[in-house]
Each structure stands twice: as structure tokens, then as C-alpha cells.
């Protein structure tokens, strides 16, 4: 564990929040706390209204913004490395390990890859993000042109990304397209997670069988959306969760009896493969990360 030094959440109050105390709307609105936390947390001055320490009978109004000074806390220890994969003056490519968060969320600050990465590269921007669980590329943008062509790109469709996923089961078929919804489901502590969903957005991922194994498949996934946790939900909706997923049960639903997170590991999935268009040339550029050994095909006998 490692003391970090503390973080300042902010959030503008908009009218379908006003006219609540603001105990009433932290306990409603941020579960991952309890009430007696929250009411603990005012007690203490760590609340601020208006840039000011707020009463906790104190009402809300629209417009308004309230802040949680939260002080210091020691954050979990993950592993604290990652790969150089290519450089130049537009792009930053580089391999990140399972267990790592890509970006500070979850009870994470500068554990995190975006933290370790702005250590040597204070200008880098990630165009896409990975999973805590998932391992391979992450491409960071070093320029204005870069993170304009890379979000345009994204928008477009025009990022080609692979995946390598060990799901259970075996699929009927060796390839086969996923279409189902994703859109946000209730969750017991978070309020809502990403979950297949008939309201959803609509997502895409062409699935490719690589392997078979004795109780397992290793599959190759191109994702054409970008939905969250898209591929756990979408294998998981077609009665393919993906090997010691803690979350998603099949039918993409998340599971019952047992409060899961999103950031849970125990899955096995991995970034292989992104081709882009490079933003200095406007040439196809592909990069490679080599899967850790569970995710490789093993030698024919």
C-alpha cells in the first residue's frame, strides 16, 4: 500500500438534483459510501458547497458545485510497470499490464497507467482505455494533431482492435458476430454498471475461434463499437463469459449473489493488435503485443 496525496471530486448540481439536503443526495447519488460516511465525511469539513464547508441539513441547488476534499489514502498495490512499444513525436504505444488501471477511478489515483506514463510524457493523452484486468496496447496521443485525428478516427471506426479473450465453453460456430446492446443496469453499491441491455447502444464484436480446450476457448475478437466491457458482455451474452470473470454471468446480465465490480480481476483478456492510420503520414501503422502464455495457442502434438 502507498499513501497518494489525496484527490478533489467535483460534480455542478443540475435540477433533477436540486431541492435534496445534500446527505440525502451524496447517500443517494454515491453508494459506494454509506450515509454514516457521508455524514461523517461533513462532520469533518471534507464537504465543500460553493468552495465553502457546508452543513450537513444543508439544501442543494441547481447550478451549484459540490466538492469532497478526500485527504490522502493508501491505494492497493498493482503492478507498477509497463512496455515501451513504439515512440515518435505523435504517438506513444505501449504494453500495460493486467492488474494495472489504465486511468484513476475505483479507489485509484496514481496507481494507475495514465499516472506512470505522465512521469516521462506530461503531455501524453490516452485515445482508448483498457480494463484493470486486461493486459496489451494502450496508444497515447503526444500532439494536438494526434489527439484530433485518433478521436476522429475512434468516431469513425476507422481504429481496427484485436483482442484475445479465454471464454468457457465452446462456440458452435468458428466465427460469429455479437450485436447485443449495452447499456447501463442497476448495481447494489456502484448505482448503475454497463450490462447487455435491451435500451442499450448498439455494440459490435466478430468473434474468431482460435482453440478449443477441455472445458474452455481461446478466441480472437474485433471489437467495430467501444462500448464499456463490451467483449466480457458480449461473450457473456451468447453463454460465453470469459474464463473467471468476477462480473458478467451468461445472458451478459451481471452476477447474483455476490456484489461483483467492474475493476475486479480474475479474466483473462488481452489487447493483441491496433491498426491506425499514423497522424503524421496518414499511412496504416499496426502494433503488436504478444499475449502472456494463457492466451497463446499451444503447439500441435
Not at 22 to 44: A, F, K
Not at 236 to 241: L, R
Not at 250 to 270: E, F, N, R, W
Request: net charge positive; glycine share 10%; hydrophobic share 40%.
Amino acid at each position: 500500500m502507498a499513501l497518494n496525496r489525496g484527490f478533489v471530486y467535483r460534480e455542478k448540481i443540475d435540477g433533477g438534483r436540486a431541492g435534496v439536503g445534500v446527505l440525502e443526495h451524496l447517500s443517494r447519488h454515491h453508494r459506494h459510501s454509506t450515509r454514516e460516511d457521508w455524514g461523517l465525511r461533513l462532520e469533518c469539513g471534507e464537504i465543500f458547497l460553493e468552495g465553502r464547508p457546508i452543513a450537513r441539513d444543508a439544501v442543494l441547488k441547481a447550478g451549484q458545485e459540490l466538492a469532497w476534499h478526500r485527504p490522502p489514502w493508501d491505494e492497493p498495490e498493482v503492478p507498477m510497470d509497463y512496455a515501451v512499444l513504439h515512440r515518435d513525436p505523435d504517438l506513444l504505444v505501449v504494453a500495460k499490464p493486467g492488474g494495472l488501471p489504465t486511468l484513476p477511478g475505483g479507489g485509484f489515483l496514481e496507481h494507475t497507467l495514465l499516472s506512470l506514463v505522465r512521469k516521462t510524457c506530461p503531455e501524453a493523452t490516452p485515445i482508448h482505455r483498457l480494463g484493470r484486468g486486461t493486459s496489451g496496447i494502450v496508444v497515447f496521443a503526444l500532439s494536438v494533431r494526434a489527439r484530433s485525428s485518433l478521436s476522429l478516427a475512434l468516431r469513425r471506426r476507422e481504429v481496427t482492435k484485436i483482442y484475445r479473450a479465454l471464454a468457457r465453453g465452446a462456440p458452435a460456430c468458428d466465427r460469429f458476430t455479437i450485436t447485443t446492446p449495452i447499456g447501463p443496469v442497476a448495481h447494489p453499491t456502484l448505482g448503475t454498471v454497463h450490462a447487455a441491455s435491451p435500451a442499450g447502444k448498439p455494440a459490435v464484436s466478430r468473434v474468431r475461434l482460435l482453440e478449443r480446450r477441455r472445458d474452455c476457448s481461446l478466441l480472437e475478437i474485433e471489437i467495430e463499437t467501444g462500448r464499456p466491457h463490451q467483449i466480457r458482455i458480449h461473450l457473456a451474452s451468447v453463454g460465453h463469459p470469459l474464463v473467471g470473470d468476477p462480473l458478467y454471468a451468461v445472458g451478459g446480465a451481471i452476477l447474483t449473489g455476490q456484489v461483483g465490480l467492474p475493476g475486479d480481476l480474475g479474466y483473462h483478456l488481452h489487447a493483441e493488435r491496433v491498426v491506425l492510420a499514423h497522424p503524421a503520414t496518414g499511412d496504416r501503422a499496426p502494433f503488436v503485443c504478444i499475449p502472456p502464455p494463457e492466451l497463446r495457442m499451444r503447439p500441435e502434438w
